[in-house]
């Protein structure tokens, strides 16, 4: 079956303006992760969705960052007035169940964001 | 104190050596102990998951995982040149929704 679809694959854009990053997650697959990897660092959880809800946005960097999700499946992230150190590939997991504590993240291509 | 610590490296073994990683955590209830491997350029796959103290097989790779000490550990037998990879440790935090955690990576280079 289909995985974890992110899209645009590459976003430049202008330090001021806002974006919008989408991820596809399996189907069926109830939790969904958003992460940012800045070029040879590690990955830094952003926020984490079971269902709609997102029991835990603390990743969060600043106000300008915010995510959704609707019914159960797509979700988008999006950042306003978008700064050059936003720039990052930015991943979008999910895992199959409500047990997050057991349940495989499987990883999305990434979207790699570039503020000029 | 970071939650999941890995030493950044890299880590330098010549071809067909056992090559070592190691993580550790600081939180105490964790249950559930994960291995990705991120190639450059690509996302993280998953490699192994390991839930009870011990060893525990797949192929070239054994997790072993101490819970006692707080220390999970990955060994890669006959190492590759295709091994040569980020390998991120996972750990869910049960202070925080079990959330996994990862660290942030150790790069391993295996030497033809």
């Known amino acids: 079956g289909a995985g974890v679809s992110q899209s645009p694959s590459n976003k430049v854009t202008e330090k001021g303006k806002d974006v919008e990053l989408r991820c596809d997650p399996i189907s069926g697959h109830t939790a969904l992760y958003w992460y940012r990897q800045s070029l040879g660092q590690g990955l830094e959880f952003l926020i984490y969705?079971?269902?709609?809800?997102?029991?835990?946005k603390s990743g969060l960097p600043s106000d300008r960052f915010s995510a959704e999700r609707t019914g159960g499946s797509v979700s988008t992230l999006t950042i306003q007035r978008t700064q050059q150190e936003d720039s990052a590939v930015y991943l979008c997991a999910s895992s199959p169940g409500s047990l997050a504590a057991t349940d495989t993240q499987y990883f999305g291509p990434g979207t790699r964001l570039t503020v000029l | 104190q970071k939650e999941v610590e890995q030493n950044s490296g890299p880590l330098s073994v010549p071809e067909g050596a056992i090559a070592s990683l190691n993580c550790t955590y600081s939180d105490r209830g964790s249950q559930s102990f994960f291995w990705y491997r991120q190639y450059s350029g690509k996302s993280p796959e998953l490699i192994m998951s390991?839930?009870?103290?011990g060893d525990k097989e797949d192929g070239r790779f054994t997790a072993q995982l101490n819970k006692a000490s707080q220390y999970v550990s990955l060994l890669i037998r006959d190492s590759q040149p295709s091994d040569s990879a980020t390998y991120l440790c996972?750990?869910?935090?049960?202070?925080?929704?079990?959330?996994?955690?990862f660290g942030k990576g150790t790069r391993l280079h295996i030497l033809p």
């Open positions: 969705f079971q269902g709609n809800s997102a029991p835990d």
């Open positions: 996972a750990v869910n935090d049960m202070n925080r929704d079990d959330k996994i955690i």
């Open positions: 390991i839930y009870s103290n």
